[in-house]
């Protein structure tokens, strides 16, 4: 009967810290014409990463959403949005340490750098991007 209820305990622990992993996609669908309205959609994922700080997805969508504003930005859609993009850069680096083959954090984060004009740490992304994320079974690519 223990073992019974011992499994059944470590079966809900469990199944809660998978539930703590997921996390909803970043709200791409609108614009956030207000910075208010942009702090209240980062609130989950700054929420989740501080409940869980090895949450790879979370430190992902919150770096994306920084990416996002600052593209409305730079349509003119979020005019509060001109120095969030470099607050993008920390939370994609962490999802990738924390999940090396997330391959969606290694593109924002290239588009973060290249916003940024920083090119050499783009290309060194890339390179960084391919070795980590390319099966070993393909054959080799030749860049030169």
């Known amino acids: ?3 019974v ?3 059944a305990v470590l079966v809900a622990l469990l199944a809660t810290a998978a539930l ?5 996609p970043f709200n791409v669908t609108r614009l956030y014409k207000t910075e208010a309205d942009f702090t209240r959609a980062l609130q989950p994922y700054q929420q989740a990463v501080q409940a869980n700080a090895r949450n790879a997805r979370a430190h992902y969508w919150l770096g994306y959403a920084y990416v996002f504003i600052y593209r409305q930005h ?4 979020a005019p509060y949005a001109s120095a969030y993009l470099p607050r ?4 994609l680096q962490e999802a990738i340490k924390l999940e090396p083959t997330m391959i969606q954090a290694y593109l924002v984060l290239h588009d973060a750098y290249a916003l940024l004009g920083e090119y050499g740490k ?3 992304l890339a390179e960084e991007m391919r070795q980590r994320t390319r099966p070993g079974w393909l054959a080799p690519i030749n860049l030169n």
């Open 74 to 77: 730079l349509g003119g859609a």
């Open 1 to 3: 009967m223990r073992l």
């Open 20 to 24: 703590a992993q997921v996390v909803a």
């Open 122 to 124: 783009a290309d060194a």
């Open 88 to 91: 993008a850069v920390q939370p």
């Open 5 to 7: 209820a011992l499994s």
